[in-house]
């Protein structure tokens, strides 16, 4: 998915770049009404590329680093046993969107976000050896990335748009428990369907600043402020 | 998260947000726009004549095209209001004068029937080549085009530009 979804974020940049650029074909002259490589009015036909980056702080279900894991630790066999605690973490990182406005309204975008995470409480280890189980309480953190290929809508009021955007993303947990092997931490991989609606404010035609607030379908949470360059003046948006 | 893992992961990153900083510059200096009262675009400054419509910025040069049997207008427009504006080229005027002054009605070709109004969204800017029928009778000098009516909303008020036919025969 994490790569389908880097290909997918290639081909938007891929059909920004291509919609500036010519098919080969034979022109006798650029006149409407003889052989061309252009078609009258191609340059109102609605095509816009998008590119915004920013910082998003999320908040999303954070399950158990691993259930029951075995390990050899200072030549002893242990067994661990890891009970979260609170399976909800938080994490605030950076956020980048490619975009690819199809019609005056519809656009398509690709985002990422990715952040550490930063509270993840910690997690009630029962480690087992030579029959003799411990209990103590191990700090959790880790990496989360999020990729979501989501269909948006947009309008333009002025200065400012709204627009509401939807679709199915991933998200990536790379845990980390302090003081266990690298072994407890496995990392996770969620699909989950996502619905957030977007507010700008159009500092220039080609300049936005945008705040964003997602609902996840696993009752994940993100809210994202970006900065937005855009290739055609308002995205040629209504 | 191994190390293999989160190498890739800043490889990628690194990638990416450079990609993202190249581009986030390029269109912030709003290279694609059109900027007001500047009759130019990121391609070329605007040939010919002038002429500032209620909404669009309209530039009218007229030449000959080898290959193109008529004389050739090529229309640049920028639409400088903040929102869509109707601009219809088949409602330009064109009249060829010729070195003896006498004046001739010209039709635009359009054997395909492309030709129609266009809704151009604000700061979008393009331009369009139309040639029309050749004038009868002595050689053209000079190509002058009313484009007051251009603009659908505008008051359609008679607005000539002339100018010289480059390559006049």
Known sequence: MMRATLVIAASLAASATAHAGHHHCHAVANVVGYPRCTRFGDWARPMSATFEVGASSLRFPMPSPAASVAAVRDGVATTYQLH?????????GFELRAGLAFSRTWYVVNQWEFAPVTGSAPVRVDATARGATTTSDAATGGFVVQSALLVGMHRRFGAWSIAAEAG???RDLYPIVDGLPDSTAIPRQIGYVAVQPKLDYWLSPSLSIGLGASLASDSGFGAGLVVGAHLMPYDMSR | MSSRAAGAARRILHDVTRT???LLVAAAGG????????FTSIRDRWPGERVALPCFDVAVAAHREPGVDGPVVRYSFGNRCEHDATLDLAAAHVVAR???????ALDVVDPGGELHAVAVPARVWGSEQLSYAPARGAAVAQLCVDVGALERAGDAAPRWLCSALEGAR
Not at chain 1, 84 to 92: E, Q, S
Request: hydrophobic share 35%.
């Open chain 1, 168 to 170: 199915p993303g991933v």
């Open chain 2, 20 to 22: 993202w900083w190249l």
């Open chain 2, 98 to 104: 010729d070195v003896d002054g006498r004046e001739q």
């Open chain 1, 84 to 92: 979260a605690a609170d399976p909800v973490a938080t994490g605030t």
């Open chain 2, 31 to 38: 290279c694609n726009e059109y900027h007001a009262g500047s």
